[in-house]
């Protein structure tokens, strides 16, 4: 392109007008409007390109214009507090100014600079804003209905009274954000007035899987049927926020304000609510089953029918008489004895060290403090399970599943990750260790051998790798900040989009 800016986008304002022709930038504004005689805008989008900065994105600007008196008038973003009168007591509202909306819906915004724009009431439904960064903008009241907004960047982003039913969201930063109900509020005299309250944020059937969104601000947001998996809301608010049937999965709540939140039929299995207020919060019919609830306040909760880690009487009895007909399951190929189902149990601090639990059903356990040195967990499931603080040294759980599990602390030194053989039809096939979002923070799994165990999303922040062997482990969005990786073996390991690689490499 020859110009610094081109017009991208352009509609008459009605029929019969000729389509305008490109015109500079600098005519594009309040004061030069009149200078382009015959140019009749409706709307507008610039893409800017910085050449001053190469490896800046584009950023946008959005002109609103109208047809009045054969000249174009063109609107800009306007403050975000404007004065209606400039004499003594004038009512002046506060938040969002009255102007013409802008209307971009069905657009192709991907990749774009919009930080700090102002597009309160803006209609963006339907648009692509994949990879967009709206730090600190303003969408108050916004339309983003089924907008796609995978991977944007909303920090400190105002979306109070927002739209975003059937948004996808998908590892979106939507730290800080406010998505609080919209207000506006008048200014007479001294004293300030509600003018017009606006409906709750809503991001029903919202898709915000793997969303950062700490300490946002979501009080009395609608956000039933959302899928929240394995999102981060550590420390925001929620109170009287409604999630009714929402999936959150893995999802990370520590420290959040649940107070007078509708949680009815969500399914939190995994979560993690330490720390978490549930005070007077509804969690009727919901799932908890693996939920870390550390010093959660359930003061007046309603858990009618929740689901959860179960508490067994004479808990040691009853498990061995479950590992005896599992070792005849396993020594008769299946055809005598029972196979070792204790998923949802509670077998914090058990001593199970030596057993036998290969191909054994532990999914949403709690196996906290567990002594398990030495056990074979070969394919066991193990999915979901609080293991943290176990003592797993020298355990075999090659071809195991501990998809979500809980591992912080725990002691995993020359433990084995790797394959197991699987015989079929079509010969011996290896079915690597499934350690998908795992979170093993504090970890110590030195020399540990993790050949193509599958690592991606894990947390492994300040785990001891040292003498471990990852030999083509996929390690894909991996968190490895502060962890001892020294005489570590990556070769042939997938390390994308790893955080903490400047540690890594320099191991």
Same mark, same amino acid.
């Given at each position: 392109?020859?110009?610094?800016?081109?017009?991208?986008?352009?509609?008459?304002?009605?029929?019969?007008?000729?389509?305008?022709?490109?015109?500079?930038?600098?005519?594009?504004?309040?004061?030069?409007?009149? +200078?382009?005689?015959?140019?009749?805008?409706?709307?507008?989008?610039?893409?800017?390109?910085?050449?001053?900065?190469?490896?800046?994105?584009?950023?946008?600007?959005?002109?609103?214009?109208?047809?009045?008196?054969?000249?174009?008038?063109?609107?800009?973003? @306007?403050?975000?507090?404007?004065?209606?009168?400039?004499?003594?007591?004038?009512?002046?509202?506060?938040?969002?100014?009255?102007?013409?909306?802008?209307?971009?819906?069905?657009?192709?915004?991907?990749?774009?600079?919009?930080?700090?724009?102002?597009?309160?009431?803006?209609?963006?439904?339907? /648009? !692509?804003?994949?990879?967009?960064?709206?730090?600190? *903008?303003?969408?108050?009241?916004?339309?983003?209905?089924?907008?796609?907004?995978?991977?944007?960047?909303?920090?400190?982003? !105002?979306?109070?009274?927002?739209?975003?039913?059937?948004?996808?969201?998908?590892?979106?930063?939507?730290?800080?954000?406010?998505?609080?109900?919209?207000?506006?509020?008048?200014?007479?005299?001294?004293?300030?007035?509600? /003018?017009?309250?606006?409906? =709750? $944020? $809503?991001?029903?059937?919202?898709?915000?899987?793997?969303?950062?969104?700490?300490?946002?601000?979501? =009080?009395?947001?609608?956000?039933? &049927?959302? !899928?929240?998996?394995?999102?981060?809301?550590?420390?925001?608010?929620?109170?009287?926020?409604?999630?009714?049937?929402?999936?959150?999965?893995?999802?990370?709540?520590?420290?959040?304000?649940?107070?007078?939140?509708?949680?009815?039929?969500?399914?939190?299995?995994?979560?993690?609510?330490?720390?978490?207020?549930?005070?007077?919060?509804?969690?009727?019919?919901?799932?908890?089953?693996?939920?870390?609830?550390?010093?959660?306040?359930?003061?007046?909760?309603?858990?009618?029918? $929740?689901?959860?880690?179960?508490?067994?009487?004479?808990?040691?009895?009853?498990?061995?008489?479950?590992?005896?007909?599992?070792?005849?399951?396993?020594?008769?190929?299946?055809?005598?004895?029972?196979?070792?189902?204790?998923?949802?149990?509670?077998?914090?601090?058990?001593?199970?060290?030596?057993?036998?639990?290969?191909?054994?059903?532990?999914?949403?356990?709690?196996?906290?403090?567990?002594?398990?040195?030495?056990?074979?967990?070969?394919?066991?499931?193990?999915?979901?399970?609080?293991?943290?603080?176990?003592?797993? @040294?020298?355990?075999?759980?090659?071809?195991?599943?501990?998809?979500?599990?809980?591992?912080?602390?725990?002691?995993?030194? &020359?433990?084995?990750?790797?394959?197991?053989?699987?015989?079929?039809?079509?010969?011996?096939?290896?079915?690597?260790?499934?350690?998908?979002?795992?979170?093993?923070?504090?970890? !110590?799994?030195?020399?540990?051998?993790?050949?193509?165990?599958?690592?991606?999303?894990?947390?492994?922040?300040?785990?001891?790798?040292?003498? +471990?062997?990852?030999?083509?482990?996929?390690?894909?969005?991996?968190?490895?900040?502060?962890?001892?990786?020294?005489? *570590?073996?990556?070769?042939?390991?997938?390390?994308?989009?790893?955080?903490?690689?400047?540690?890594?490499?320099?191991?």
């Amino acid at each position: 392109m020859a110009s610094a800016a081109s017009v991208l986008a352009m509609r008459a304002v009605a029929p019969r007008v000729a389509m305008p022709k490109p015109v500079p930038l600098a005519l594009l504004n309040p004061a030069d409007a009149a +200078a382009a005689p015959g140019h009749t805008w409706l709307t507008v989008c610039f893409y800017i390109k910085r050449l001053d900065d190469p490896t800046a994105g584009p950023s946008v600007m959005f002109h609103t214009a109208r047809p009045h008196l054969k000249r174009a008038e063109t609107e800009l973003s @306007s403050p975000v507090i404007r004065s209606s009168s400039a004499s003594a007591g004038a009512t002046k509202p506060i938040g969002t100014p009255a102007r013409a909306r802008t209307d971009v819906k069905f657009s192709n915004l991907s990749n774009c600079n919009l930080a700090g724009i102002d597009l309160t009431g803006a209609c963006l439904r339907n /648009s !692509d804003l994949t990879e967009v960064d709206l730090t600190g *903008a303003i969408l108050f009241g916004a339309d983003l209905r089924e907008a796609r907004l995978d991977r944007a960047r909303l920090l400190r982003t !105002d979306l109070r009274g927002a739209t975003l039913r059937g948004a996808s969201l998908s590892e979106a930063n939507l730290s800080y954000a406010d998505l609080r109900d919209g207000r506006l509020f008048q200014a007479v005299g001294s004293d300030l007035r509600p /003018s017009w309250v606006g409906d =709750s $944020t $809503t991001l029903a059937n919202a898709c915000l899987a793997g969303a950062l969104m700490v300490k946002a601000r979501l =009080s009395n947001a609608f956000m039933s &049927q959302t !899928d929240l998996r394995d999102a981060n809301l550590k420390g925001s608010v929620l109170g009287n926020a409604n999630l009714a049937g929402s999936t959150l999965t893995g999802c990370n709540l520590e420290d959040v304000d649940f107070r007078q939140a509708n949680l009815d039929g969500c399914n939190l299995d995994g979560a993690i609510l330490i720390n978490a207020n549930l005070g007077n919060a509804s969690l009727a019919n919901a799932s908890l089953r693996g939920a870390l609830m550390d010093g959660a306040n359930l003061e007046s909760c309603n858990m009618a029918n $929740t689901k959860m880690t179960r508490v067994l009487e004479n808990a040691a009895v009853v498990v061995a008489e479950h590992l005896r007909a599992h070792v005849v399951w396993l020594d008769s190929f299946g055809a005598d004895g029972v196979r070792a189902d204790l998923s949802e149990l509670d077998l914090s601090g058990m001593d199970l060290a030596g057993s036998n639990l290969s191909a054994a059903i532990l999914s949403h356990a709690s196996l906290r403090k567990a002594k398990l040195h030495h056990v074979r967990l070969v394919l066991a499931d193990l999915s979901g399970a609080d293991i943290r603080e176990a003592d797993l @040294s020298g355990a075999d759980l090659r071809g195991c599943n501990l998809e979500r599990a809980k591992l912080h602390g725990a002691s995993l030194t &020359q433990a084995r990750l790797s394959p197991a053989p699987i015989a079929d039809r079509s010969g011996t096939q290896q079915l690597p260790c499934n350690l998908t979002l795992a979170h093993l923070p504090r970890a !110590d799994l030195r020399n540990a051998d993790l050949t193509l165990a599958k690592l991606q999303g894990a947390n492994l922040s300040y785990a001891m790798l040292a003498g +471990a062997v990852l030999r083509g482990a996929n390690l894909a969005g991996a968190v490895l900040v502060g962890a001892d990786t020294q005489d *570590a073996d990556f070769a042939d390991a997938d390390l994308s989009r790893v955080i903490g690689m400047v540690r890594l490499l320099a191991a």
